[in-house]
Antibody, heavy 122, light 106 residues
Framework: EVQLVESGGGLVQPGGSLRLSCAAS????????MSWVRQAPGKGLEWVAN????????YYVDSVKGRFTISRDNAKNSLYLQMNSLRAEDTAVYYC???????????????WGQGTMVTVSS | DIQMTQSPSSLSASVGDRVTITCQAS??????LNWYQQKPGKAPKLLIY???NLETGVPSRFSGSGSGTDFTFTISSLQPEDIATYYC????????FGQGTKLEIK
């Protein structure tokens, strides 16, 4: 079964750090772009970051550039999101998602994890 | 940045009704558009990719059309299990989602 399982969420103070993990199974992890997408409570979806199969290319939404770092370990079939200098507006459920190629190298998010909640509050 | 505007933001319909949701892009995105379904407390699910292609395993009552800036998502005969929020998403330049359309049963 193709599966993504996130972990690492929790309550953190403003300015603090948190590292999210996503464990992949049931597919060849090293063959896919991977992404993080977040959803603030009661709000819509926001793409956060992408990483290429070999980790050589990474892209971020402007609001997290310089604060968040996406990485992966293909030997461990795992995706990570290091979040530093956290702000209240980063409070959200963070989803790990598999990217599928199409007209663009990453054209759709076709498999999603169940999400992990990050709360930034004092 | 490309903005995606969905309408309506909420919709109430009866079982068996034909339901249509529209999504407008702030600039031409060709057919680089996907539709997702998100049920309460669950992760989103890809339903339609490249504007009109049905994802494997998705019931044929779901369909999509459009290109350029104007797109349509249709449920031909609403079923109780279709209660969810639906999002469009462009991938022409980075990735942005519409604000969502919450679908309820009348």
């Amino acid at each position: 079964e193709v599966q993504l399982v996130e972990s690492g969420g929790g309550l953190v103070q403003p300015g603090g750090s948190l590292r999210l993990s996503c464990a992949a199974s049931g597919f060849t992890f090293s063959s896919y772009w991977m992404s993080w997408v977040r959803q603030a409570p009661g709000k819509g979806l926001e793409w956060v970051a992408n990483i290429k199969q070999d980790g050589s290319e990474k892209y971020y939404v402007d609001s997290v550039k310089g604060r968040f770092t996406i990485s992966r370990d293909n030997a461990k079939n795992s995706l990570y999101l290091q979040m530093n200098s956290l702000r209240a507006e980063d409070t959200a459920v963070y989803y790990c998602a598999r990217g599928r190629s199409g007209y663009r190298v990453l054209a759709a998010f076709d498999i999603w994890g169940q999400g992990t909640m990050v709360t930034v509050s004092s | 940045d490309i903005q995606m505007t969905q309408s309506p933001s909420s919709l109430s319909a009866s079982v068996g009704d034909r339901v249509t949701i529209t999504c407008q892009a702030s600039q031409d995105i060709s057919n680089y558009l996907n539709w997702y379904q998100q049920k309460p407390g669950k992760a989103p699910k890809l339903l339609i990719y490249d504007a009109s292609n049905l994802e494997t395993g998705v019931p044929s009552r779901f369909s999509g059309s459009g290109s350029g800036t104007d797109f349509t998502f249709t449920i031909s005969s609403l079923q109780p299990e279709d209660i969810a929020t639906y999002y469009c998403q462009q991938y022409d330049n980075q990735y942005t989602f519409g604000q969502g359309t919450k679908l309820e049963i009348k």
